[in-house]
């Protein structure tokens, strides 16, 4: 192999996350945009989606193992990463009033962590 065409080949992870973060980010800003903003709807749903879609992606590796690890990463690491946002989600618990900060964490957590087992689930059964 060249030295051009290595170069080359190591940049294609890069390349792939970047496309799929690119991807990511612009969805979830849309779905951001598109929700009320009375409450953190974006970004709790965001979570949730980027939860199931991450279980299910995991687990499809498990069970099944037909995607590609350039999948994988271009949708797990790339898109899915920038789709769902911890920081933003912190950054916005810390401005609700305390009964409604309670309610997001509960909610962000619940909802994510039934989200990634209704993905694994998901993936099973297509398995």
């Known amino acids: 192999m060249t030295e051009r065409a290595h170069a080359l ?5 890069l390349v792939l996350v970047a496309v799929g973060g690119f991807a990511g980010a612009g969805a979830r800003y849309a779905l951001a945009v598109a929700l009320p903003t009375t409450f953190p709807w974006g970004t709790l749903a965001a979570n949730a989606l980027g939860s199931f879609a991450l279980g299910l992606l995991l687990y499809e590796a498990q069970f099944a193992g037909a995607l590609s690890p350039e999948t994988r990463l271009v949708v797990g ?3 899915l990463s920038s789709f769902t946002t911890y920081s ?7 401005a609700l009033a305390p009964p409604v900060a309670a309610v997001n964490v509960a ?3 619940g909802l994510g962590i039934a989200a990634v087992l ?9 398995s």
């Open 88 to 94: 933003t989600f912190a950054a916005e618990t810390v």
């Open 107 to 109: 909610a962000n957590y």
């Open 118 to 126: 209704c993905g694994r689930w998901l993936a099973r059964w297509l």
């Open 9 to 13: 080949a190591r940049a294609e992870p």
């Open 77 to 79: 690491t790339g898109f």
